[in-house]
């Protein structure tokens, strides 16, 4: 872990954990608990798929017809909360969710999916 004096550090510090959840499997910024807010408020485990360091994107993966969808639909706020528990490190994201559903961007990534993979959206 890089030091943590100042607040540039502390971005690197983001930026490097979650470039390790999108390419390690046993990173601890792997999955993390999307919130978002509907008739009540929610919070689910995804799995980071990727992630833009330059434009503080986060990407995730889910089906379709999830409640999720339906609630950022109706309000893209989220907040995105990751935790170490080895390096007791929590992360918290907060913005505005698009949803990219059968467009150039969703088909690449769904071109680039395992089957196994695939078989979770169903």
């Given at each position: ?22 390419k390690?499997?046993?990173?601890d ?36 017809h ?6 950022l ?8 909360v ?17 949803i ?8 690449s ?13 169903f």
């Amino acid at each position: 872990m890089k030091d943590l004096e100042t607040l540039l550090n502390v971005r690197e510090n983001i930026s490097l954990n979650l470039l390790d959840g999108v390419k390690n499997r046993k990173s601890d910024f792997r999955t993390f608990t999307l919130c978002t807010t509907g008739i009540i408020s929610s919070g689910r485990t995804v799995v980071l798929r990727g992630y833009d360091s330059t434009n503080n994107i986060l990407t995730f993966h889910t089906n379709s017809h999830a409640e999720k969808i339906e609630h950022l639909k109706s309000n893209p706020d989220v907040c995105s909360v990751f935790y170490s528990k080895s390096s007791k490190l929590q992360i918290r994201c907060f913005g505005k969710a698009s949803i990219n559903h059968q467009n150039k961007k969703s088909k690449s990534s769904w071109i680039k999916m395992s089957d196994m993979s695939k078989e979770c959206y169903f």
